[in-house]
């Protein structure tokens, strides 16, 4: 009797031996672990994780695509030579040459988005998109495919607000919105240096709002791009050849002051989803050279 109790608790104190071994094997493997992430961190950076927005994590990209790498350099050249840099809010690019950028405006939509991305890729053509905020909340997951692709974002506001009938506060609220809404779908902030009035206002309508526009726009370090080509695609319902025809016109104009376009698009537009690869074929054909918007910046910024 007395034995068998003797061998029961001796078992039990081999047992817990054991345990204990296991606990302590598995402890030293977690901090070898712990002690190979942090090596070469920051002070700053041990001891607690940047918590991610709320998007999930297997939809971001690999490797979170940057603003073109010269938008710095170029944003720094422009407001030393001019208080309210731009592009084309004047009809022109104010360089000469052949290079055609694509901007579509008014996205991302769920129906003809990934067509136009589709066939961008199809091309490899890189193009800009002005997102509206509001578009971007309702369909993150194209803004995501927008930027793992390699096109650059441009701010739209958030609303699609005539910015000539906004105070400076409401401005700045429509273009923070939408930056919010851009780096809540992205999961990381994802900076825009450039953006689109919507209807192109106040340069258009030479609204008195313009010299408030152009403070907030300088405050927020963002450039206004519009527009030298407008087909008027949005116009042209159920008629893609149409878009491609008045695309084609426009091109020829532009040809013959030998000057860089900023066409503009639509990328909620089915017509323009349909009407795109005649487009991209018909400047191929003409001779003109896809380019970025950044490239027709830095043209107009950093050449002396």
């Known amino acids: 009797m007395a034995s068998d109790t003797f061998r029961r608790a001796r078992r039990r104190r081999l047992v817990a031996r054991r345990v204990a071994c296991v606990l302590a094997l598995c402890l030293v ?18 001891g607690h994780v940047r918590p991610v927005l709320p998007v999930e994590v297997a939809d971001l990209p690999a490797s979170p695509a940057p603003p073109p790498p010269a938008m710095g350099q ?32 008014d996205g991302p939509d769920p ?30 997951e194209l803004l995501r495919r927008i930027v793992a692709e390699g096109h650059t974002v441009g701010n739209h506001t958030y ?29 990381y902030h994802h900076p825009m240096a450039l953006m689109r009035p919507p209807y192109g206002n106040p340069y258009l309508e030479g609204s008195e709002a313009l010299p408030g526009f152009r403070e907030v726009v300088r405050e927020q370090e963002l450039i206004p791009v519009t527009w030298t080509v407008d087909p008027g695609d949005y116009l042209l319902g159920g008629n893609p050849d149409s878009v491609v025809r008045a695309v084609a016109r426009a091109d020829e104009a532009g040809r013959k002051v030998e000057a860089d376009e900023v066409v503009l698009l639509h990328d909620n537009q089915r017509q323009t989803a349909e009407a795109l690869r005649g487009i991209i074929d018909r400047y191929e054909g003409s001779g003109r050279r896809f380019a970025g918007v950044d490239e027709l910046l830095a043209d107009k910024y950093l050449d002396p």
């Open 29 to 46: 493997v977690a901090l070898f672990s712990f002690g190979a992430l942090t090596h070469g961190a920051s002070p700053s950076e041990r």
């Open 159 to 187: 609303d699609h607000a005539d910015m000539s009938g906004l105070s400076a506060g409401q401005m700045r609220d429509e273009l923070r919105s939408t930056q919010e809404a851009v780096d809540d779908a992205l999961g």
């Open 111 to 140: 129906r003809t988005t990934p067509l136009i991305l589709d066939t961008l890729r199809e091309r490899g053509v890189k193009a800009t998109f002005f997102v509206v905020g509001r578009q971007v909340a309702e369909n993150p």
């Open 74 to 105: 170029i944003w720094a050249a422009a407001v030393a030579r001019d208080p309210s840099p731009d592009l084309a809010t004047g009809g022109d690019v104010g360089t000469s040459g052949n290079g055609v950028a694509l901007t579509f405006d």
